[in-house]
């Protein structure tokens, strides 16, 4: 079967620091509304990027009283749960909602769940550690569900009624792409009529944020200089210092296109073409080669040659050695002056690591089906600029493809094509 050709998009759900809901989402990225923190204003130990006030209560009344649907078992189920697992039941139930799968649609042995991430939980470890070394005993016993990465597959899978397959599929921060994709192959097999990819948020721990940094990998700690109150995230810029991280979350509804159709769904996009390629190293260094080869296989099981393409999300982290290595892979893949329209996502919300690709594969949809390309409001002085990046306020967009990328350390390379069924 041909890999991701009848393959729909039917419902998106997102909850991170630029925003909380998909409408709250697609306003910030229309209008280039960055939530990241410049360095001054944070402390080291926090992320760069972090959710508004978290009040899950109280989000749960809130979206009752606007007319949105809470699953009978939301508040029971996550009420002692991690943030992070929240969060997944936030975007999770958003996605199912807007899919129209809230009321019963397919029966639950049918219904399969996907959780991108791997080591989503040292911020929980790095507190656990506090009260072990004080006091052993007052451990509880449920931290041995909540220290793994699988209790967000539990608990999601509860709270919605799902009883198909399901599991969790780690590739770094390639891991949002890696799930889209193993969903994809469920609904090829026949597995399941319809997938939740779910994109859970990842708590870095102080210890795991000061390893990033001591890579180069993160934007530095605040040193008191005056870069400290500069934008501290500028992906393809010159002037990049590395990623940010946000916490964050986003959920995607893939189905069969035959299935959609028989239940009378409404379609999104079409997930048209992917690809998912190692490099062989144990190491952090992208592989431009590799890079470039992943978007050409995409775009070949898409049936979409480069110049048909309009647009493109980008990985850009505003690691400058990533960065350098994706804009070169995309000059080779779609070669000078080529129409698609370049931005980078991770300049609004945040590195999100393990959800990072489902994030920015609502982010695609979402302006694939708005019709317009979120500006790069960091981006003065392109490392590349025989590319056309996005400037600083959004513009109109009549794409009818659209490609994603996702690159994770470890040698995890891969790229998502979407297809505009709008257009």
Known sequence: ???????????LGVHCAAGAGLEAFTDALRAGRSALLPAADRDADSPGAPLPPFDYPALLTERRARGGWVPEKAARTAARSPLGVRVSVLTAAEAWARAGLAEGALPPERLGLVVAGNNLTGAGAHRAADRYRDRPAAVPGRYALHMQDTDQ???VSEVLGIEGEGCTVGGASASGNIALITAARLLDAGAVDACLVLGAPTELAPMERQAYRALGAMTPAATGADTDHEPPCRPFDRAHRGFTDGVGGAAVVLETAAGARRRGARVLARLAGHALR????SLADPSEQVEAAVMRTALERAGVAPG????????GTASPLGDRT?????LRVLGPDAPALVNATKALTGHCLGAAGVVEAVATVAQLAGGFAHPNPWLADPVEPRLRFAGTAAVPLAAEFALSNSFGFGGFHSAVVFANEGV
């Open 1 to 11: 079967m041909t890999p991701g050709g009848g393959v729909v998009v039917t419902g």
């Open 153 to 155: 597959v539990g608990v």
């Open 278 to 281: 190692l490099s062989g190293t």
């Open 308 to 315: 048909q393409l309009g647009y493109v999300n980008t990985h």
């Open 326 to 330: 994706e804009a070169a892979a995309l």
